[in-house]
């Protein structure tokens, strides 16, 4: 468990798991295990960032935590909380068998009554589990400071509790969107991967990855329509996940070549363009001069 | 097969100084590109270069990056870094930062603000304004405060073009810091007001009543989180404008100082996000990173396109639902105004309010007859002359109520 997997070898177990890396990303997850940092990836919506997340836990068998960031996100939610019903009853109950006011407070705040949450969680796992803090950047600047002290620690205060220190230290993968800037501390504690539109060619392996029989051909076509479409001024650019619907729509409604069909190409579109602006912009007359370009 | 034993012992040794010092050259070189590269980074690089992966550039390279980049602008810079120090190609590209702008550039900031009418010593942009203003009130005491304050008044009413006296034109960089200030304290005390939440926490509630033996004595209140106005600066720095532009580069910097969120970018025939170099203590220092930034300033305008590329790169991140953005502009724009029309309708539909600022309409009969500004009035919330402070001193109960 503890052997450090290099670069090829990450790269050769990822696709194995239905990811399509490209080398820097294969070296980035090698690196996180070999100076034990944090990964943060950025990168447009729909890139499949939180794919690599699953990815790096299905490549080492696992468990993957997951926690969401959003805003007002606080440590009650993300780290660990009392279990405030069960408690009061315990006290009532003990209270009612003529106890009386000697309830003992180690009896109610005690693992019995603790509600863990994702990341404490991932710090008291056996195995070392993959933590995904998916968009970190809608969380708030305050808990972005608190994570980067458990980021840097492991280790987590309760102060009823005393001090839990991890188990066994996660793989910490970070993804950001970009709508807020991250501290400066944060992005140097973490690894930093860029993850950016596959080419034709890697993008064609994913589909082929993703959708079960589909042809070779087929999946190049979509792949270099996709890489069309995205070069059109498009206020929301289609990620991999919009082209694998897409794709999936297509090979749902029997089309083997795009050219034959023109008509349910342009009418599938609106899988991958998500704004009106764009879907007009996209007409009839456009969809099929990319598609002769493309088939 | 683990790739970080210390495979070849004797090579490193051998290797070792050389490469190690290469290594920190390396690492002050991103310093310089503004990478964040702290002690522990080189430390951990340092254990990079004890492994395999050093034998060849075509691993350490992907391995560096992931250690070195810290964001977007980063990734897209390190490519060419890495190869001009390690692979020695392209090695002029390596003087980019370091001395590159002056010399380029048909106009830069620095000279921008010394070109200014009679402005021979500017103070620097962090230093304390208001002292040459003091000095010369102080020998007659309290009637000298007073004659200050009129001055100020008087000042209010003044063009910016005819402030020819340098220390004038201190007095009215110090009214734009104040004007900031006066901004964001209003906008403060607003905030305070709306503390008191009316709707019980109830979770809180019974947490910090387990003490009492769960009986609610003391209520935990629920209030909506208060969200400061950002305020986001389009300055237009063309030669057109370089008559005011100096000023508001001052405002921009009160802006910034005192604003809790404030953003400003520059923008001529291209756009320039100048914030983090508008932060800079040291007005020097400001002014360096500034010029080098703004390369080509005093040029012509695009104002259509310098907004597409706000639009497209930095308004997600720039802007959210309580975003004023003010530009400051006279609309004389060499693009093509239908671009100019198509961006400005993007960017209303994503902030809240636009200000758009037009020292030219100061001028006794000035219609907004530019092309560009016919295009984008249709979307500016408010339209005001700005040639005076008076008329920055009428935005903040505009800007309060946001």
Redesign the interface.
Known sequence: MT??M??D?IAKRLSEVGYVPD??LA??L??MD??G?P??L?GEAGVGKTEVAKALAAIHGSRLIRLQCY??LDQ?TALYE?N?QR??LA??AKESLGGGAGVEEDAVFSEKYLLERPLLSAIRQKQAPVLLIDEVDRADEEFEAFLLELLSDFQVTIPELGTIRAVSIPRVVLTSN?????S?AL??R?????VDFPDVDREARIILARVPGISTELALQIARMVEKIRKEEL?KVPGVAETLDWTASLVGLGVKNLRDDPETVHDTLMCLLKTAEDRARVTKEVSTRLLGKVA | ????GAGHPEDLKEAGGAMLARLIAFANILRSNAF???L??TQ?AV??LA?DLAARPS?LR??L???F????S???KFDEIFDAHWLGQGMKQLARVSASGATTSPKTIRELSQNAPGQHSEPGLGEPVPSDGASSALPSGDIGRMEGASRVENLQHTDFRKIADPEELAKAHALAERLAKAMRARLTRRERARRKGRKIDL?RT??RN?AH??VPIELVHRAP?PKPLRLVVLLDASGSMSLYTSVFVRFIHGVLDHFHEAEAFLFHTHLAHVTPAMRERSGARALERLSLLAAGAGGGTRIGESLATFNRWHA??VI?SRTCVMIISDGYDTGDSGVLGQEMR?LARRCRRIVWLNPMLGWEGYEPSARGMKAALDYVDLFAPAHTLDSLAKLEPYLARL
């Open positions: 052997m450090i290099t670069r070898e080398r820097e070296m980035a090698s690196l070999m100076l940092r990964l943060l950025e805003e007002g009650s009392w405030y408690q009061l006290i009532r970009g709508t807020r800037e991250l400066d992005r140097r973490c690894l930093y991967h860029y206020r | 097969m683990t790739c970080c964040a590269v702290g522990k980074e951990d254990r990079l492994t691993s992907p391995a990056k992931a250690l980049c810290a964001r977007a980063d990734w897209r979770r019974i947490r387990i033996g769960g989180k997600k991140r959210h993007a």
